[in-house]
């Protein structure tokens, strides 16, 4: 053993008290105890999968982390005696509710196209790495031809622009549906928003640097946005909230937005009204359609806030559903 390959603490000893301030100054150098400093922040993250012949990549935006008061207000319907053995299932002991923010992209080989795009940090600051993860995969967001809207939510559409003026998908055409965009840009609606002119601030935000490259279409069962990617509707959280379903090769992935915020919960419980929702009885109706779809169909699914790496399959559980997600798999 040469005096380079001693574990770097016994070096430090042999270089004396000046040897071992310049290794500290080095960056990743060992503490004194010859223990590496920690990491931090973790670097932009994507994950991806074929489903047939369109590859799908998963972009980690950030996360939400509600309060541990919040939750009775999420899940009116509730009591805490209810929630208490669901959140013990989830290992959710401690925290509040916990909801990962992510972005899916999809290279169809005519589109290069993105469902949702994350938020930003001056709205959420845990969001808003969609961009960082978008070039992390291999791509450049002058290469999205277009963004799919799920609804115009901040944590959904803010990663269209940071600043209302700038483009961050300088050559993307914008599809949402007509009465999602009408439903945020009407002032005749503004009282029926409830989160109130944050939202609504967030949401005009967004899309104002994209005149003329709106697209909005009408919220109509299996209208194919662009070639391959259908629309299903899924209104009550906002009123034009869909989820879009990608097909290739006989094989299906549906891709939803807002339909469960938290996996066990909501699954578990899939009748329990959303306090956050515009119309939160459609929204049941909306989600126990699209679930007993997804578990009688059992085919791939991902959504907005599904964990981390974002894509799983739907089962029926007693009275509700399970989400089972799907292995990160690299072959
Ligand atoms: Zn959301």
């Known amino acids: 053993m040469n005096e380079s390959t001693l574990p770097l603490a016994r070096r430090a000893a042999l270089l004396g008290a000046a040897g071992a301030a310049t290794l500290a100054a080095l960056p990743g150098a060992a503490q004194a105890n010859g223990v590496p400093p920690q990491r931090g922040p973790m670097p932009p993250r994507f994950h991806r999968l074929k489903v047939g012949d369109v590859e799908v990549t998963t972009l980690l935006d950030g996360a939400m982390q509600g309060t541990n008061a919040n939750i009775q207000n ?7 005696a209810e929630i208490a053995p669901l959140r013990e299932r989830a290992f959710a002991i401690e925290a509040g509710l916990h909801q990962p923010v992510g972005a899916y992209l999809l290279n169809t080989g005519r589109n290069l196209a993105l469902i949702d795009c994350g938020g930003h940090s001056s709205f959420i600051p845990t969001t808003g790495q969609t961009l960082a993860a ?5 791509y450049t967001p002058e ?8 609804h ?8 269209l622009s940071y600043d209302g003026t700038t483009r961050n998908f300088p050559n993307a055409e914008v599809v949402v549906t007509q009465i999602d965009h009408q439903f945020w840009t009407d002032p005749a609606m503004e009282s029926r928003v409830p989160q109130g002119q944050r939202f609504i601030e967030a949401a005009r935000r967004a899309i104002r640097p994209y005149p003329g490259r709106i697209r909005t279409v009408e919220m109509r069962q299996g209208l194919e ?11 009550g959280h906002t009123p034009g909230h869909v989820s879009f379903r990608v097909t290739s090769q006989n094989q299906s992935i549906l891709i939803w937005g807002d339909i469960a915020h938290q996996m066990v919960i909501q699954l578990a419980r899939p009748r329990w009204r ?16 699209t679930l007993t779809m997804l578990a009688e169909e059992r085919i791939l699914m991902g959504g907005v806030h599904v964990p981390w790496p974002g ?3 739907i ?9 089972v997600p799907r292995p990160a798999q690299f072959a």
Request: glycine share 12%.
């Open 274 to 289: 959303v306090g956050v929702d515009v119309d939160s009885a459609m929204g049941v109706e909306s989600r126990v359609r």
């Open 315 to 323: 089962i029926r559980d007693g009275e509700g559903f399970l989400y």
């Open 134 to 138: 978008l070039r992390a995969s291999g």
């Open 311 to 313: 894509f799983g399959r």
């Open 152 to 159: 115009i939510h901040p944590e959904h559409a803010l990663g």
């Open 143 to 150: 290469q999205v031809d277009t963004v799919l809207l799920t």
């Open 225 to 235: 946005v662009i070639p391959g990617v259908f629309l299903e509707p899924a209104p």
């Open 74 to 80: 999420f899940f009116p319907d509730s009591t805490p």
